[in-house]
């Protein structure tokens, strides 16, 4: 099973940068499919950004294109988020995931996995005032 911890989250002033770290361990053979997820206060859990790790392709939610870029440590587990120009509207707890597989999931069927991932960490908090 895989343990995620997320690192880097803080409380910044609208329009400031943050990058968020996602650290995995635990048993990784192949890194398929991973995200970026955040739950503010009284809401659904949302796809923040994916990333199929096979193909290289990523998709964003459509709040954050432009401002955020998800991408991936070249030699470990772990996985980012550059945040930049964030406003009010991003404040949540930011989560990530991570999917294992053999083979190489295209992001249609990365985006399936990961809205069924439940091994969720403790997250990291965003606070934008």
């Known amino acids: 099973q895989v343990q995620l911890v997320e690192s880097g989250g803080g409380s910044v002033q609208a329009g400031e940068s943050l990058t968020l770290s996602c650290t995995a361990s635990g048993y990784i053979y192949s890194k398929d499919c991973m995200g970026w997820f955040r739950q503010a206060p009284g809401k659904q859990r949302e796809a923040v950004a994916l990333?199929?790790?096979?193909?290289?392709?990523?998709s964003y939610t459509d709040s954050v294109k432009g401002r955020f870029a998800i991408s991936q440590g070249n030699a470990d587990n772990t996985l980012y988020l550059h945040m930049t120009s964030l406003s009010v509207g991003d404040t949540a707890r930011y989560y990530c995931?991570?999917?294992?597989?053999?083979?190489?999931?295209?992001?249609?069927?990365?985006?399936?996995?990961?809205?069924?991932?439940?091994?969720w960490g403790q997250g990291t908090q965003v606070t934008v005032s």
């Open positions: 995931a991570v999917v294992t597989a053999a083979w190489s999931s295209t992001l249609p069927t990365c985006q399936r996995k990961l809205a069924e991932f439940t091994g």
């Open positions: 990333l199929a790790v096979g193909y290289g392709k990523t």
